[in-house]
């Protein structure tokens, strides 16, 4: 894939987010979306903290280890965000945004 002068491809690889969301939608049944951020509150230093909500915005429950393999995955395909800031993972459109600004982060 061609390179703009600024070193970023010319179109991002959306593939590899499908591909992570279809994943996810296997791994977590029934969660529509994936908060993620390095902010863990039970953690004095920077943890994966990950919240998964279903479609009528229900909170998920997730085991621990899929809680971290969730959260990894995700900032793994975007490792150029701030994690300190919580992000929101929609698994229907494959987008990642900053949850902080939007209703709150909540």
Sequence with gaps: ????????L???DTARQH??????????????AIRVSLTDPTQTWPHPH????GAGGATVEL????ARVAARWIMRIWPDVNWARPHTFGI???????SDLVGGGR
């Design 1 to 8: 894939m061609l390179a703009t002068p600024s070193e970023t």
């Design 10 to 12: 010319a179109c991002p």
């Design 19 to 32: 591909r992570l969301a279809a994943q996810l939608a296997d791994m977590i049944p029934g969660a529509a």
């Design 50 to 53: 990950t919240i998964a909500k």
């Design 63 to 66: 085991s621990r280890t899929t």
């Design 92 to 98: 229907a459109t494959a987008t990642l945004t900053r």
